[in-house]
């Protein structure tokens, strides 16, 4: 019984560093939709790191993180490759709820991809136990990987 009591109480003070990502291509399509989920005091603190000179002091309370600043920090931090072809992407939406920063991307990529190459170093210099979960939809062929500091870059080969 107490087993049960301690595993509650030390993820509290352990927090979980963990971001997801899925990225999906409906077959016949040339684009990948994209969305980002990961806790939003985390994303600014990744951010400063990113990004010294920007002053969150001038940025108000109630105002949004500017889109044009996050789809830059994204597709530094996220790279993604279809058939050794770097993409880009381009932000949708980006919402924040209850410290989530929820992103819907658009990359343009290929209507066959073959290959998928994906790095992603989000929060990788702010938490030695970070992992960024990648979960992968593209013309009915589905993979998952786990990405970490130490292992930061995975590669998936799809056959007809």
């Known amino acids: 019984m107490l087993k049960i009591l301690i595993l509650p109480i030390l993820l509290i003070f352990n927090p979980i560093h963990v971001t997801l990502t899925t990225i999906n291509q409906a077959q016949g399509s040339d684009s990948m939709k994209v969305f ?9 603190r990744d951010y400063k790191l990113y990004d010294q000179d920007i002053d969150f002091e001038k940025m108000s309370v109630s105002e949004s993180f500017p889109a044009d600043l996050t789809n830059k920090y994204f597709n530094d931090k996220v790279n993604i490759y279809i058939n050794s072809k770097p993409l880009t992407g381009k932000v949708l939406t980006l919402t924040i709820l209850d410290n989530e920063l929820l992103l819907n991307l658009l990359y343009l990529s290929e209507i066959n991809p073959k290959k998928i190459k994906i790095r ?26 786990r990405l970490t500091p130490e292992h930061d870059m995975e590669t998936w080969s799809f056959y007809k």
Do not use: P
């Open 36 to 44: 980002f989920r990961m806790y939003y005091d985390d994303f600014l």
């Open 120 to 145: 992603n170093r989000v929060l990788t210099g702010v938490h030695s136990d970070q992992t960024n979960m990648i979960f992968i939809n593209v013309n009915k062929n589905e993979e998952a990987m």
